[in-house]
């Protein structure tokens, strides 16, 4: 009897600007699977203070890592991709606690070019005043965590090209 091959649960993660909600979507779309905006899954009072340029404490991210997380576990054995920052690797154990299958896709860039396509992002809540902030919080991926980094240079299209190529080299769920 054929294996069958069971899709993973994506966690797209990195700084503000690096393209999460960019490359989510086409790599949701080049895997076959459904893709959840991350940020919709913050409470008001969040978006309220990263509106206002003040960065989120843990306290105000559990609840919303904790709704990503229970996205991606519904998503389990199915496959799906989600955005979500994942900064720090609390953050990541939290999702991972949710999801045990869970990898993640780290969008890698230079602050510079980060910061150039932040400033040319239109209607998005997060200003560019948080993302040293962001890069403060960033704890890279570990080498005992499931997952891969992607550099954001090129085009989306290039991007996600390299983040499915990357994503072929991982185990597929539950080996």
């Known amino acids: 009897m054929q294996q ?3 899709p993973h649960v994506v966690v797209v993660m990195g700084v503000a600007g690096t393209g999460k909600t960019t ?7 080049r895997l076959g699977v459904p893709y959840a905006e991350g940020d919709d899954f913050h409470p008001p009072a969040n978006i309220t203070k990263m509106t206002a340029g003040t960065p989120l404490t843990d306290e105000d991210r559990w609840p919303w890592l904790d709704a990503i997380g229970g ?3 519904g998503r389990a054995g199915l496959g ?27 969008l890698t860039g230079s602050r510079e ?18 993302l ?9 991926l570990e080498a005992d965590e499931a997952g891969v980094a992607v550099d954001v240079t090129g085009t989306p299209e290039e991007i996600t090209e390299r ?13």
């Open 4 to 6: 069958l091959h069971t």
């Open 23 to 29: 490359i989510g979507p086409l790599l949701a779309a």
């Open 71 to 73: 996205w991606a576990h």
């Open 80 to 106: 799906g991709v989600v955005s979500s920052s994942a900064l720090k690797r609390s953050y990541r154990d939290r999702l991972r606690a949710a999801t045990p299958g869970v990898v993640f896709v780290h």
């Open 113 to 130: 070019l980060i910061e150039d396509r932040m400033s040319h992002r239109q209607g998005h809540f997060m200003p560019t005043a948080l």
């Open 132 to 140: 040293d902030s962001q890069f403060a919080t960033l704890q890279p």
């Open 163 to 175: 983040a499915v190529d990357a994503l072929k080299g991982l185990p597929e769920p539950g080996r």
